[in-house]
């Protein structure tokens, strides 16, 4: 007779598998961060307005070298100069099925997980597009990449011909400053400071910097903090990034530099026709209400209010490698 062995008799079956945890544990997931720094901006566009946004601009008159009349001179006239954005928006979403007979018998029903999960995934989904737009080389087409740990370059063409062999410090977060305040004369984004995006990578390189300033020595009586701000560099308040999909650690070949953006005011805009929200359909593929799903959906667009390096128009700095 074949003595009892737990391994042996107890694979299968309620002997090991009997008794359940009473709390549903859920996977941990990285913050949003860059999805609060789009905005509309006034656009006004909406449902039953067509597929494409057209987002006009007044461009600045000329600087003449002198504005002084002689007597019988005529007042010299400029002409004023247009440009267009042009947004195209699309549909998002994602759904997760569950069927009555699940929700009837187990004992974690997935009705009350799946919204929640959902919500997540619609937060990441956007925080990444969001995030895309921001980085987008047909339109963002100021880079910088670091080419020593004192100086870098800048290119205008929106590809860095560059591979970087260090990462970010305060000496190239002044160039970048620089660039914005006195080259392309950007508005801050909030008072005066900029706002830097940057992943794990950058952040952790800037932190490393004596001259890293902490949230609490320059947040003052009614400021809002960030999520995810972990301090600043000349003029620029740094927010990190974590999720690799968003912000990686490594940008083209360099292993040295994390990808990061700088920037102003008035840099990517949110086009909503349909704010995202969630769906239910009780009666998922018409099987008489026995199998169920939830989605988010919306329709929308992301990208940069301009699309130049000019001038007065240009508000987004990349921090990138070749």
Not at 53 to 82: C, Y
Not at 206 to 211: A, S, T, V
Not at 246 to 268: W, Y
Not at 304 to 320: L, M, Y
């Amino acid at each position: 007779m074949q003595a009892h062995n737990w391994t042996e008799i107890g694979q299968t079956g309620i002997l090991q598998n009997h008794f359940i945890s009473d709390k549903l544990l859920k996977s941990a997931l990285a913050k949003c961060v860059v999805l609060p720094f789009c905005q509309d901006y006034g656009i006004g566009f909406g449902k039953n307005q067509g597929e494409f946004v057209n987002l006009m601009h007044v461009k600045a008159l000329p600087l003449p070298t002198t504005a002084r009349l002689s007597e019988d001179e005529r007042i010299p006239i400029d002409k004023l100069q247009f440009g267009n954005r042009v947004f195209r928006v699309a549909p998002y979403g994602r759904g997760v099925e569950y069927t009555e007979l699940a929700e009837d018998l187990s004992k974690f029903q997935p009705s009350n997980v799946v919204q929640k999960r959902l919500m997540e995934q619609a937060e990441q989904v956007l925080d990444t597009e969001a995030a895309n737009a921001f980085k987008d080389p047909t339109a963002v087409k100021i880079c910088f990449t670091p080419t020593s740990l004192t100086g870098g370059t800048f290119v205008t063409n929106g590809t860095q011909a560059q591979v970087a062999p260090v990462g970010l410090t305060f000496k190239h977060c002044k160039q970048i400053s620089g660039y914005l305040r006195d080259t392309i004369h950007a508005a801050p984004y909030e008072r005066n400071y900029y706002t830097g995006i940057g992943s794990y990578a950058v952040i952790s390189a800037l932190q490393d910097d004596r001259n890293w300033i902490l949230p609490h020595l320059y947040l003052q009586k009614g400021s809002f903090w960030w999520e995810g701000e972990m301090g600043m560099t000349d003029r620029i308040r740094w927010v990190e990034c974590n999720r690799t999909q968003a912000f990686s650690n490594t940008s083209g070949s360099s292993t040295a530099l994390g990808e990061a953006v700088v920037f102003g005011d008035e840099a990517v805009a949110l086009i909503e026709v349909v704010t995202w929200h969630l769906r239910a359909n009780e009666n998922y593929q018409n099987d008489f209400g026995r199998t169920k799903a939830v989605a988010w959906y919306g329709i929308m667009a992301f990208g940069s209010v301009w699309d130049t390096a000019n001038d007065g128009e240009a508000k987004i700095i990349r921090i990138c490698s070749a």
